[in-house]
């Protein structure tokens, strides 16, 4: 299985809502597949226009991985070098904070991941939590 770009925009849609809901800053959000190839993203307005790379990183780190944001950031805590050279071997793409939250299917296989940012990495990750669960997918943060 994979993500549909339909299922892929109801993340997005469901993910600014969320945002628009808590009150947070101007979100970006993308959805990669398990290859870590885009499907689809959005920027609100008012999102820096840096913030696709920042997405993306969080997503890409995450799907390549096989690790969530959170994951990511504990290791990249307790042996840095480790991610280092992760972001070596992928051209320093990767953002290992909590905001890219793993995709799973009903079989808990990895099938893509999302990457929120524009506020708290943890505000981040929740909004995106949201998103994912209203696609009736997993997240994995």
Do not use: C, W
Request: no cysteine; proline share 3%.
């Amino acid at each position: 299985m994979s993500v549909s770009l339909r299922k892929a925009r109801t993340i997005i849609r469901k993910t600014l809502e969320k945002g628009r809901e808590m009150e947070l800053k101007p979100l970006s959000v993308v959805v990669l597949d398990s290859g870590g190839h885009v499907i689809a993203f959005e920027r609100e307005d008012g999102a820096a226009p840096g913030r696709f790379a920042i997405a993306h990183g969080k997503a890409y780190g995450s799907v390549m991985l096989g690790m969530a944001g959170t994951a990511q950031m504990q290791r990249a805590e307790g042996q840095a070098y480790f991610m280092a050279a992760v972001n070596g071997v992928y051209g320093g793409q990767v953002i290992p904070v909590p905001g890219g939250v793993l995709l799973r299917d009903r079989k808990n296989a990895v099938i893509g991941a999302v990457g929120v940012t524009g506020d708290t990495s943890d505000n981040d990750a929740q909004a995106a939590l949201a998103g994912i669960e209203a696609a009736g997918l997993t997240g994995e943060s």
